[in-house]
């Protein structure tokens, strides 16, 4: 008995339009920004390596890629490791991102079940 009042507590919440709205609000703005983040970061290194602009495009030296690309198979995590090698950033930094990642995969992925179950209440820190 007490677990059917459980689920339609859970349903009751779930359905909420204010809670709702707050939840989907939440979670779009947060994997958005979790997307520019990932943007920004590696634009911005890229642009270090910019050599001018030719025929309405900028372009790059060839050291963009033999110092960054280069790192890993993932573009933002050799920005990441170029960024690390030259202490500008470090591994607590590289672990925090790894956190918020798996946070905006589980708010991509699995966003039904959390919406019923419920946010979490905590970012990663």
Do not use: C
């Given at each position: 008995?007490?677990?059917?009042?459980?689920?339609i507590d859970k349903w009751l919440k779930f359905l909420d339009p204010e809670n709702l709205k707050g939840n989907l609000m939440f979670s779009s703005l947060y994997i958005a920004s979790f997307e520019a983040f990932k943007d920004y970061v590696v634009?911005?290194?890229?642009?270090?390596f910019n050599n001018g602009f030719k025929d309405g495009e900028f372009t790059f030296s060839n050291e963009y890629n033999t110092k960054v690309k280069i790192l890993d198979k993932s573009l933002?995590?050799?920005t990441l490791i170029w960024l690390k090698d030259l202490e500008a950033i470090d591994e607590k930094d590289i672990e925090t991102y790894d956190e918020l990642r798996q946070y905006r995969n589980k708010l991509s992925h699995e966003l039904m079940t959390l919406l019923f179950e419920g946010?979490?209440?905590?970012l990663p820190e």
């Amino acid at each position: 008995m007490k677990r059917n009042q459980d689920n339609i507590d859970k349903w009751l919440k779930f359905l909420d339009p204010e809670n709702l709205k707050g939840n989907l609000m939440f979670s779009s703005l947060y994997i958005a920004s979790f997307e520019a983040f990932k943007d920004y970061v590696v634009d911005e290194v890229k642009f270090f390596f910019n050599n001018g602009f030719k025929d309405g495009e900028f372009t790059f030296s060839n050291e963009y890629n033999t110092k960054v690309k280069i790192l890993d198979k993932s573009l933002l995590k050799a920005t990441l490791i170029w960024l690390k090698d030259l202490e500008a950033i470090d591994e607590k930094d590289i672990e925090t991102y790894d956190e918020l990642r798996q946070y905006r995969n589980k708010l991509s992925h699995e966003l039904m079940t959390l919406l019923f179950e419920g946010l979490p209440q905590e970012l990663p820190e």
